[in-house]
């Protein structure tokens, strides 16, 4: 005689499998575990590192209602160039409609970014929202984005949509370059920002007036990530405005900054980072002194982070910093990993 189980049980059991091929194996076994099978196999798309098989799972969510409804977080990371010509973009929009419950995207390429456009018609609410593309209309997007929360890597152009006043209002973790800053941050209280550098912003003018204008946004930001492939703009421009800043990251660090930490009455922690793609450390060898005034010109910094250089070739890149305490004369070494 056959027993039946409840459903609760297969799912207990499929929900304990993180291995994708055992729960290929399993969802051909029965009706009732190929269900709760699809469930987890389609909750998360990630991992998949081919830009050809990328189009074949989107290709199939845009053809299966049934499972396009289980998705709700999808990674795009494509870890060599893909052409802009390719198939991938071309399904990403409609794939994109089809996806109604939807909470995460995440979109991250290698050579470059072509101009893609999330669809303005789209059904789902994001929660996090990772899109590096350029796009023009993003802010048009944003608008009916009501519940996001973590917006990353924006890179608006010059010229692009205007963003509804009403727009964002549970907005916590902003990063963008300067265009993005000014179009988003406005009204809006964020407490985890990054100011992603550009060739623009060396030769923009205006920019003390700029951080003046964003004062009030400014004086909520908990933490603060600045910089990126080009020369971070000085802290002296945000320095006056960062009354509740308690973590600071400078990329590709000059020692001039180092006289603006005392500014900051709440700052407890300190991370001095290398230029993205530089292998070099952040401070030169013996400037380790630098960190003892740090400390000395700040009564409320309790840690110093400082990138060591890096030595190719990783097979993972993972970035190493020592690590120093307050009062400790030795540092810790702590590695981050980095996509």
Not at 84 to 99: K, N, S, W
Not at 123 to 140: M, N, Y
Not at 260 to 269: R, V
């Amino acid at each position: 005689m056959s027993v039946i189980l409840p459903v609760e049980i297969y799912r207990n059991i499929v929900e304990c499998i993180s291995d994708k091929k055992t729960l290929l194996a399993l969802a051909l076994t029965s009706r009732t575990i190929n269900c709760e099978a699809e469930r987890v196999l389609y909750d998360t798309i990630t991992n998949v590192y081919d830009v050809d098989t990328y189009t074949r799972v989107l290709s199939h969510v845009t053809t299966c209602p049934r499972v396009a409804r289980l998705v709700r977080h999808l990674h795009i990371i494509l870890r060599t160039y893909v052409p802009p010509t390719h198939a991938l973009f071309a399904i990403l929009p409609d794939a994109l409609r089809a996806l109604p419950n939807l909470t995460t995207l995440v979109f991250r390429a290698a050579g470059g970014y072509p101009t893609v456009h999330l669809p303005l018609d789209s059904t789902f609410q994001l929660e996090h929202l990772d899109w590096p593309c350029i796009s023009p209309t993003l802010p048009t997007f944003l608008s009916s984005q009501a519940g996001l929360k973590v917006l990353l890597n924006v890179d608006l152009p010059m010229e692009h949509d205007t963003l509804s006043s009403a727009a964002l209002p549970y907005l916590e973790h902003l990063s963008g370059n300067l265009e993005a800053l000014k179009t988003i941050l406005p009204g809006r209280s964020v407490k985890h920002l990054q100011w992603i550098s550009s060739k623009q912003d060396e030769e923009a003018g205006g920019l003390a007036e700029e951080m003046n204008n964003l004062a009030n946004e400014l004086s909520t930001v908990e933490s603060l990530h600045l910089g990126g492939s080009f020369h971070h703009p000085s802290l002296a421009l945000v320095a006056p405005h960062l009354t509740n800043l308690r973590k600071l990251e400078l990329f590709g660090v000059e020692l001039a900054d180092f006289a603006y930490a005392p500014q900051l009455p709440k700052l407890e922690e300190l991370t001095l980072s290398a230029q993205w793609g530089s292998s070099n450390g952040a401070l030169p060898r013996g400037e380790n002194a630098c960190v003892a005034k740090l400390f000395a010109g700040s009564e409320t910094l309790q840690t110093v982070l400082v990138a060591l250089p890096v030595y190719w070739p990783l097979q993972a890149f993972c970035q190493a910093y020592e690590k120093w305490g307050r009062g400790k004369t030795r540092p810790e070494i702590s590695n981050k990993g980095i996509l």
